[in-house]
């Protein structure tokens, strides 16, 4: 259950509208279970006591949970069609963020898939707001990280997330005049590999890791014909990176948290 008394959705904050999260009658904040639940992936068979256990997935269900949130008096119906606008309609997640100090480092991406307006003396005073994120986890602020790359290298990188999943954050680089490849070895990633190799000359190279995108920003050259396949990943904890590949590289994205009430 949240303490706090605002909250912001889609860029605009609850106190522009004159709301406040609240209870009223029985209507109240929800607890909030860990967004992890498990999956257990495995199959029983007749000639063993045990299953046939492939793993478990912590991602199969998005994060869900209610708001409640009213006013001091009673809405009007132009107010209602107002709250409703910038809360609803949209085709895209949006973040929500809960004004409260131990959740000022986190953000949820989400939409308000149901929104039932609450009376109390016949009038609407609040609104339940039934919340549905896109992941199981809440997402860190924005990180950047900037390396001036000379040759080879060794990075520690750390990833202060307490979610036992893989980060996948997007890089940016742009090699010197006389590089054409890049390589990147994360030691605590059983030594994965992530490697380019054939880049032209005069190129900026965007890896979208989560979503397995790579792009050429300048000439639009496709380079997927010389990479490995293994998108750049992050463990939680530390990671020893090894890097060969002169140039300039940005590592950036959000790291992931487990958030309860």
């Known amino acids: 259950m949240f303490a706090a008394r605002e909250f912001t ?15 009223i009658d029985d209507k109240g904040q929800s607890d909030i279970a860990f967004g992890n639940a498990a999956s257990i992936i495995e199959d029983r068979v007749i000639a063993r006591i045990q299953p046939v256990h492939f793993g ?16 001091e008096r009673k809405l009007n119906r132009f107010e209602l069609d107002e709250i409703s606008a910038w809360l609803t309609g949209y085709q895209n997640y949006q973040w929500l ?3 409260q100090p131990d959740l000022n480092h986190v953000m949820f991406r989400c939409l308000v898939t ?3 307006p609450v009376s109390a003396g016949g009038f609407p005073v609040a609104f339940e707001a039934e919340i549905t994120c896109d992941c199981p986890y809440a997402y860190g602020l924005p990180f950047e990280e900037l390396y001036n790359l000379t040759n080879s290298q060794e990075i520690l990188f750390r990833n ?3 979610v036992r999943e893989f980060t996948k954050p997007k890089i940016l680089f742009t090699p010197e005049a006389s590089v054409n490849a890049i390589k990147i070895v994360n030691r605590n990633d059983n030594d994965r590999i992530f490697f380019i190799e054939n880049l032209p000359s005069n190129i900026s190279v965007e890896v979208d890791n989560s979503n397995c995108i ?8 496709n380079l997927y014909g010389g990479f ?4 750049f990943r992050l463990v939680p904890g530390d990671n020893h990176l090894y890097i060969e590949g002169a140039g300039l590289l ?3 994205g959000r790291f992931f948290y487990n958030v309860a009430a």
């Open 228 to 231: 490995n396949m293994n998108f």
């Open 9 to 23: 959705f889609a860029g605009r904050s609850s106190r522009q509208y004159g709301l406040t999260l609240c209870e």
């Open 214 to 221: 790579i792009r050429e920003l300048r000439y639009g050259y």
């Open 56 to 71: 478990v997935n912590y991602h199969a269900s998005p994060l869900r949970f209610k708001l409640v949130f009213g006013a």
């Open 97 to 99: 963020t809960i004004d």
């Open 114 to 116: 149901s929104l039932t």
């Open 160 to 162: 202060p997330s307490p």
């Open 250 to 252: 940005k590592i950036s």
